[in-house]
């Protein structure tokens, strides 16, 4: 995101690059998986249930932190959002603040797209 931000930036654009996570938001993803109830999943549906509740969200609480980005004023460019407030990023051994490293990653992920582009993916 940073660096797409920087990128956007050079050309005067009025665009703000940010990562956002939900958290885990109960939606119907899983109801065909479920509906089949074969006869040993229901019962371990049954017993997951109210655990999968407890520790997930609603949609309207999961949508809150992407209105909260895409109507705040106060954003940070580039920034890691997560319950509607701005995050430290992390990675690995603090990889994802470490500009070297994340231009690396856009630089890897720009070639191998352009190559699947140009049909000579590696």
Known sequence: MRRLQS???EYD???QCVAITPGMVRT???SKFISQKSILMYPMY???FPLY???SRDLMTGTQVVLHVATNDKI???GYYSNCRAKPTEGKNGCSN???????VWDRTDALIKSLQN???Q
């Not at 470490?98 to 690396?104: G, I, K, P, R």
């Open 28 to 30: 119907s993803i899983f």
């Open 46 to 48: 049954a017993m997951l």
């Open 119 to 121: 049909n000579t993916f």
């Open 7 to 9: 990128i956007l930036h």
């Open 76 to 78: 940070i460019n580039g």
């Open 13 to 15: 654009q009025m665009i």
């Open 53 to 55: 509740r407890y520790v």
């Open 98 to 104: 470490d500009e070297t490293v994340y231009n690396q």
